[in-house]
C-alpha cells in the first residue's frame, strides 16, 4: 500500500483548485492516457486503513514521541484476559490511554492504581484496529518517590496480593489482657513511655520485654526473633503467655523505619499466634507492618493505651453496672414476695377444710347428673327395646320365607345343571376299568370292561364291537 505525502497548500492558487484535486492531479498515482472527454472532478478518498496508517507513520517519525516520560494521575484501570493492562493518564486538561503488555508487567516493581500519580516511562503509538493513539509504557514508577518507595510498593503490592492485609484476618484484641508482650528497643525511650501508659491506665497487666534492634541491617532478623520469643514463652509461676503484642519504635525517616517494611518482619507479625498491634513512628509515618497488624496505632504509647482499658472507664462501668445489679436485686426481691403472696392464698384454697368442702359439693353436683342421665338413657333404651320387640317377629317370618324360596331356586337350579338331569333324557355315563371318562370311541379295545351309568342304576358290560361313527 503507498502512502502518499500530498503537497502543502498553495495560497495563490484558486481554492477550488486546490480543495478538489482531480483523480489524475493525485499525488503519487501513475499517470494516465487522456480521456476522450473530459475529466471528471471529485475529492481522493481513501480508506479508513490508509488514513490511520498515515496517522501511525507520521507518529512514528517524531522522535519525541519513541522516547518519552510522562506524568499524571491514573484513571480507569482494567486488565484483560491476557494479562495486559489497560488505564488513562490524566491531569486537569487532558487524557492519554496506556496499556502496559503482560511481559512488562512481569518487570515493573507495582502495579497502577486509580488516583495514584505516577511517571510512566514508553512510546506513543497507534492502535489501527480501534483507531485511537495510546501509550505503551515499558517502565513505571511513583511521582515524586525514590528507588526505596518503589520497593516498598512493590513489596506491600506483592503481600498484599496474596492476603496478609486483609480485614478479615483482623483479630480482636483482649478486653482485658493479664499479660501483654512487648518487641521494641531496651533502651530507647518507647519501653518506658509503653510501661508509664500501662501503670496508669491499667496496672493489672504485667509486661514482658523482648528487647530487639529496630534501626539497621541486622534489625529484621533481631525483630522476628524477639516477636518468635514472646510466642513461646509462658510465665513459669502462672503458665500464662502474653494475650497481646506491642511491636514498636520511635518515629524516622523511611530508611530508619525499614526494618518494619521487610517481608520477614511483616509475615511474622502476621503469622503471630496472638493479636499483635504495630505502633512504629508518628502517626504520619506509614510501615507495612500496620498493614499486617490486627491494629495499627499512631505511636506507641497510643499503642499502649489501645492494648488495655482505662481503669477509669472499668470503674464507671462497673458501678453502672452495680447499679444496675441492685435494681435487678430489687426487682428479684418484690416479685419473690409477690410470688409468696401468691402461693400463700393458693395454700388457703387447698386448706383441707376447704378442699374437703368443695368434694362434697362438686360429688353431690355429679350424682345429681349422674342420676339424670341414667333415667334418661333406661327410658330410651325401654323404647327402643319395644320397638325392636315388635318388629322381630315379623322381620324373622320375612326372612325365613325368603331363605326357603332361594333354597328351592337353588336346588332346581342345581338339578337342572347336575349329569343326573342328563341321565334323565336317556344318556349314559361310560367309565374304563380305571374310572376314567369316555369320550372317544377310538380310546376303546374289544374286550375292555366298562361302567355304564345310567339315570337308576348301572350296568357292567364288556365291549364286542368299536364304531368309528
Sequence with gaps: MSHERRPPIDPERPWNDWLRPTWDDAPGEPSRPAPTSAPALGPRIRSVAEVTREIKDRLRAVPALRDLWVEGEVGQVSM????HCYFTLKDDRAQLRAVIFRDERRAIPFEPRTGLRIVAHGRVDVFEQQGHYQLYVDMLQPAGLGDLALRLEAIKARLAAEGLFEAARKRPLPVWPRLIGVATSAQGAVIHDISRVLERRWPLARVVLSPCLVQGEAAPISIVAALRRLAAWRDPATGLRPEVVILARGGGSLEDLWPFNDERVVRAVASHPVPVISGVGHETDVTL?????DLRAATPSVAAELAVPARHDQAVALRALRARLDAGTQRSLRHARDAVTAEGRAL?????????????????????????????????????????GERLPVAARGRVVRASTSLHAARASLMALGPYATLERGYAIVRDERGGLLRDASTVAPGMLVDVRLARGGLDARVEHVRDS
Design 289 to 293: 507492618t500496620d498493614f499486617a497488624a
Design 80 to 83: 484483560s484476559a491476557a494479562g
Design 348 to 388: 388457703d384454697h387447698l386448706h383441707p377444710a376447704a378442699v374437703l368442702a368443695g368434694e362434697r359439693e362438686r360429688v353431690g353436683l355429679l350424682l345429681d347428673r349422674a342420676r339424670v342421665a341414667m333415667d334418661a338413657r333406661l327410658g330410651s333404651a325401654r323404647t327402643v327395646l319395644g320397638r325392636a
